[in-house]
Structure formats: C-alpha cells, structure tokens
C-alpha cells in the first residue's frame, strides 16, 4: 500500500485514457467552415455566399 501512495505522490493521478496522443489528425480540416469551398461560398450555400461576401468586404477595408 506505502508503494502505491509514494507512486502516486511521486507521479500523481490521470483519469483520461491511457496510451499516447494521436497528433496524426492534427493537419487534417475537422469542420466544414474551414474548407476552401465553405470560405469563398462556391458550394451553394446562399448564407455560405453571403459570408463570403462580408468576408471580402472585410479583407478589402483597409487597401
């Protein structure tokens, strides 16, 4: 028992999962808003086009 409280003193306590993290997936789009399409509003969206649109406006304010 005085092994376990020193490991755990020494280490502490993880609850989340065990094994090591998958940074694999960290290049990858996770969310439809972020692909080309979505942003420049070419898939057909109508609310997508109007984001597009004020996106534009707002790179356009300050040239």
Known sequence: ??????RILENG??????????DADSGKVKTK??????ITGA??????????KYRQQRANRHK
């Open 33 to 38: 808003a972020k692909k080309k399409k979505y």
């Open 13 to 22: 306590i993880s609850f989340g999962r065990g094994g090591e993290r998958r």
């Open 1 to 6: 028992m005085d092994d376990d409280f020193q």
């Open 43 to 52: 898939h057909g969206s109508g609310s997508a086009r109007q984001k597009a």
